[in-house]
């Protein structure tokens, strides 16, 4: 087992003692810059100078209203506070500068075409300044309750739950396994509290409140109740206070090296009420499909619709979507209580409950969608003769599958006995899709099949989780939950079953398994899948304590095209898993999940950790991994990218030192998945690039506040800052 600390340094203070100069009225009328024509007409160049002089590592931001929707793009300042931004569209744009230390400048108005100089503006003091710090910096002022509070006592004793038996498992509820799933924390729409929840007598009886506002409400709640209501909102409130009466985050590193070269374009799409989880460009085994395409995007919960965006004309547009029983009920319930955003109203009122997206080879769209109740028709139940439903029978499901193909605008309803929740198509002669989300079973659809025939029933087909623990090398009769019989085989019930999925070059098909410590599972399908398939489970490494010997409980992974697995953790870390490595027995009585920890090693995220714990990790708390297997980006095939939900940034690990592609503005970029599109091998770094879009279920905590819409971010690496 390996561990790698990250490179990031994180400065432990700024000099801000002694600058005199005030943040500037940000919200005023931009002046106008003089036009002095530069060598390329699209771009807008110049240098960054402020009292201190030349400001290097600072974000120069381009920001326009005049296309059919909002347009920004931003830059990096080199050494000599030089910056370049280019190809930019025709129109007017405000130009600013923003960085770690300053507080903004005053947006002047210019053109392309336009030589621009800076003035950038020092912060007056740190606590301007650290106005500007990612939020994960923020919530690293949050005190964990000690270790040895755990197992928690109650509402009666230390507020914990009992069922929280260790510290890390805590950690992981206020991570990506509870509270950072849905939004970031540490923003200031979070680290401060609204006005609708004053006049309690502490703040710990306001957060209380507070976690019950909107359709949401009831989540937030049993997630808290769930760690121990009390103990929770005592925390957050002491949090809260603390910030209110002036305590200050660690001051973060400007963008330096690689990160210089970083290039983010975005577009605004959807609606204010519309919450997106994930968008979609490409297929994903082959980077080259619907080059220069229109992307498309998922709304869970909020809304029936995809959004679109086509970033050629910078335009948006929305495809409807309908469901095979249009009499199922909307997915979202009331709300709990009233919001500090929406009042009473109810935003939210999804049917189809749109969760993922992914193109295939021909540039048709397949989504986990809802089409219908929870109850499973005939076919798949016990008495079908269904392949399937004969070694395994399911009554119920809460999510199926939907086609959308945009050359015709039909849209198709696909009814399957299995849940969806991620998809991702198999590199075989069938183009087989295979899904997570489905409880104690693993689903997929045959997709060749289906579209030659539409009979989706014949096309489908699920097995559940068979450990092979009586070593023979096949799969035979299985244990159920309770027993323990040495000559048969064992099921797993991972409760959600796969999260993520992810199938390998070598025809297995990997995925998460949430929970404390959680692990990793690799399942190999066979010649009839519904009976002969056999799944590998690597759980995190634990110590003989019970507690973790470094990283625990993962979110979303993602393999390599060498077959390494990898995988974002609660615990602040990037892990990667090397079945390769694995010395002893994969399959027997012995194999149920501790059987591999050298497989493991363990890359810290560049953040701080949490002030009061001295383990490793970090506050970040990455929802998931993706690998660049094509070199979409240009920092070489096979880069792993977390996505730095507390960092408002992409993190690339690149040959062991992290690149932080970080969203400045506006503040709260938060993702949930990405996707790597090559539109022109060549042209460079021009012709690639990484998509993803804002993800939070809460568009109104980003700086734009009440009104701002998702918006869909287009990362991309050029050779050097002033690269054109």
Known sequence: MKTHASLIVLLGGLALAGCSQQAPDTASEPTTAAPVTTATSSAIRGRVTSSAGAEAGVWVIAETRDLPTRFARTVVTNDNGEYLIPDLPAGNYDIWVRGYGLVDSARVQSQPGVSLDLTANVAPDAAAAAEYYPAGYWFSLLQIPDASQFPGTGPTGNGIHPNVKQQADYVRLIGSGGCIVCHQIGNKATRELPALFNGFDTSAAAWARRIQSGQA????????????????????????????????????????????????????????????????????????????????????????????????????????????????????????????????????????????????????????????????????????????????????????????????????????????????????????????????????????????????QAAQGWTPFILDTNGNGQRDSYNKPGETDATKDTQLLPGFGFYAVSPAVDGSVWGSVLGFPGGIARLVPGSDPANTAITEYYELPLKADGTPVEGFSPRGMDIDRDGVAWVALASGHMASFDRRKCTGALNGPAATGQQCAEGWSFYTEPMPQFKNLGTSGSVESSYYTWVDQFDSLGLGANTPVNTGNQSGALLALNEGEWVRMIVPYPLGFYTKWMDGRIDDPNTGWKGRGIWATYSSRAPFHMETGKGATSIVYHFQVRPDPLAE
């Open 217 to 456: 409400g009831g989540f937030m709640t049993r997630t808290l109740t769930s760690m121990g209501l009390e103990g929770t909102t005592k925390m957050f409130g002491d949090w809260t206070d603390r910030i209110a009466a002036g305590e200050l985050p660690p001051v973060p590193a400007r963008p330096a090296g690689v990160e210089r070269n970083v290039v983010v374009t975005q577009w605004d799409w959807a609606d204010p009420t519309a919450y997106l989880h994930d968008v979609v460009s490409t297929d994903r085994r082959n980077p080259t499909v619907n080059a220069n395409g229109k992307l498309y995007g998922s709304l869970e919960e909020s809304h029936d619709y995809l959004p679109v965006l086509d970033p050629v004309t910078n335009s948006i547009e929305r495809v409807p979507l309908t469901m095979m029983d249009p009499a199922a009920e909307p997915v979202p319930g009331p709300q709990v209580a009233e919001s500090p955003y929406y009042g009473t109203e109810n935003i939210w009122d999804s049917k189809a409950n749109v969760h993922n997206p992914m193109f295939d080879q021909d540039g048709r769209l397949w989504i986990t969608a809802r089409v219908r109740g929870r109850d499973n028709p005939a076919f798949c139940q016990s008495g079908s003769t269904h392949t399937s439903a004969i070694a395994y029978p399911l009554e119920a499901n809460g999510r199926q599958l939907g086609l959308y193909d945009p050359a015709t605008g039909e849209y198709k309803h696909i009814d399957t006995c299995f849940g969806t929740h991620h998809l991702m198509f198999a590199e075989d002669a069938d183009n087989t899709l295979w899904t997570s989300g489905g409880g104690q079973v693993i689903g997929w659809l045959n997709t060749k099949q289906y579209l030659a025939t539409g009979d989706y």
